[in-house]
């Protein structure tokens, strides 16, 4: 009888790997799905008693900078959940770590729109902007260490190789690097904190950049084998 080593999944782990994948995309694509319905729940409502305003102009000037800050947070998302798919669209199964850290993520999420929330009614409250950036960082850190462990533990498609496995793992990286860039920013109020946002644009030009270094550099390698 074949002694099989622990590195390699059995058939009944693969079977399991495989459900859990297939579960894990519904749930998270669903839990996605309210979060977006959540987000614009928050907005200011024409129906509600205690705004005293007589135009939609009137409604969405007053309360600018709050929706400036949902609507970063509503692209986040957005981006997160396109990002998520990627991912799940390369790997062949799942595991218990990997799924566990997958809900993490989504809890993440779910607290940020928790503070997105005392922002609204506190009008831009400086603790609420700074968990807003911090859970932001941390879902986007959860999901860049489970494609890490993904590729580790062989958990991706054998029709993908290094490069394109790296070239994932570096473009999961700049929301989570400009979140954690405004946290200073909250101090300043929500306008210069949506405004820090835009470091997202050199944060990703710059991993970019890194990126291809790093597919040049395993070409050569490559070439010199």
Known sequence: MPIIKKTDPTKAEIERGIGLLNSIRVVVNVLYALLIFQVFLILPRPDD????????????SENLNQIL??????????????????QLGNLVRSSPMHASLSVVQMICLMLYLYFVRFDMEFDGMKLALQMESLFLALAGFIGAFNWRYARVNKLTSDQIN?????????SLL????????????AAFGPGIWTISFMSIIPIGYILKLVRRKYETNTEGNDVNK
């Open 69 to 86: 800050v949902i609507v970063v947070g509503l692209i986040l998302i957005i981006m997160y959940w396109v990002q998520f798919n990627r």
């Open 49 to 60: 008693p205690e705004l005293k305003y007589h135009t939609l102009g009137q409604i969405y």
């Open 162 to 170: 290094d490069n394109e496995e790296m070239s994932i793992f570096y």
């Open 174 to 185: 700049p929301e989570p690097m400009a979140s954690l860039f405004t946290l200073p920013f």
